[in-house]
């Protein structure tokens, strides 16, 4: 920002030490997607997850209205999905929401089903941002494109990167969405991977930035974070990964040790290492939360874009959950330890017991 400020689309030296930024960044998103070289896809720089998204949902529905106006979602995507689909249904779409297992986790088979002659844009998120399960979208993928060859398919795949390995390639999705601040990046920035010779709409019009698809001067700063925080990620993936298991497996023996009861949701699905969802009977969510931040630990009972509305997760709904359980979402960082843990489930039980 002090050094390199330049303007990537212009010609000077300024300019052009700011674009090896953006290529750098580029690179390293890339890499980590297995698609190094640009062979199968490209990057779309974007102000976050929820831009990503939208531009996959509402940008490929738009681009292909003349072939149908039905959309297939399952019924624990995230809200930027939710959303977006929404504000196409007010515009005339219609929708099919697929259910998932008790587990978290949609059938496939029941999400074929879903489709029709006029299906266009179906969204299938990889890593569940709430409970973390994990998605079949690649076998997801062969069903749509048997059924509807020329439907798009869309991946939120933003509690993916940094946490399971991608493959772009293997994963047969037509857009897929990501978000610097999951992965320790800036917050403000994004990417949407797009398939070549994939269509969508762009969202606004402008200077023609990025082939037209998203105009605006990139930003420069929040890529280049976003392309280091990706090369960090990678590097240490199966490391991280393997430490979060052992932090989850510490949180939650020592909650049971205590003879405090959970349900542990998405229990026997396959799962990503950083998130555990616990569900306590009788105990409020809303209440256990303000106990909990008042003693230092910040849970959240759902996904964080959404809990300030109070209305209940449609995740939780989604996996048979009722009112009378109160969930915590924890989710563990690059630099989360055990001892944080450790006094972290501590106080977990306490609050349980004070609030039941």
């Not at 991946?155 to 992965?183: E, M, N, P, T, Y």
């Not at 759902?302 to 209940?312: F, I, K, L, M, Q």
């Not at 109160?326 to 609030?355: K, M, N, W």
Request: proline share 4%.
């Amino acid at each position: 920002m002090e050094e390199e400020y330049g303007n990537p689309a212009s010609a000077h030296h300024l300019g052009i030490s700011a674009e090896k930024r953006v290529k750098q960044a580029r690179d390293h998103l890339l890499a980590a997607l297995g698609d190094p070289d640009a062979a199968l896809g490209d990057v779309v720089w974007t102000s976050g997850g929820t831009e990503s998204d939208a531009m996959g949902v509402i940008g490929a529905a738009r681009a292909h209205t003349r072939r149908g106006r039905h959309l297939v979602y399952s019924a624990i995507e995230h809200s930027a999905v939710r959303e977006s689909i929404a504000l196409l249904c007010r515009g005339g779409w219609d929708a099919t929401e697929v259910p998932v297992s008790s587990d978290g986790v949609v059938s496939v088979d029941e999400l074929a089903a879903a489709l029709r002659d006029d299906t266009q844009v179906v969204a299938l998120m990889l890593v569940n941002n709430e409970i973390g399960t994990v998605q079949p979208v690649a076998e997801a993928a062969r069903a749509v494109r048997a059924r509807c060859p020329e439907a798009h398919l869309h991946c939120d795949a933003v509690q993916a990167l940094g946490k399971l390995r991608i493959d772009v390639g293997a994963l047969g999705a037509d857009s897929v969405a990501f978000s610097a601040h999951k992965i320790h990046g800036p917050k403000g920035s994004g990417a949407l991977w797009l398939r070549r010779g994939v269509h969508v709409d762009a969202m606004w019009g402008g200077g023609g930035h990025q082939s037209g698809l998203r105009s605006g001067t990139l930003n420069v700063p929040g890529i280049a974070g976003m392309g280091e925080a990706v090369r960090l990620a990678e590097t240490a993936r199966e490391a991280h990964g393997a430490h979060w298991n052992q932090l989850a497996s510490i949180l939650r023996e020592s909650v049971r040790a205590a003879g405090c009861a959970f349900r542990e949701n998405g229990a026997a699905a396959e799962r990503a290492p950083h998130v555990l969802s616990l569900a306590f009977a009788n105990a409020p969510a809303e209440p256990l939360l303000h106990v909990l931040e008042s003693r230092g630990v910040l849970v959240s009972a759902g996904s964080a874009c959404s809990e300030r509305d109070r209305r209940p997760s449609p995740v939780l709904q989604a996996i048979g959950l009722g009112p009378e359980y109160g969930t915590v979402r924890l989710s563990f960082g690059r630099e989360t330890t055990s001892a944080e843990v450790e006094q972290a489930a501590a106080i977990l039980v306490d609050a349980v017991r004070s609030v039941s």
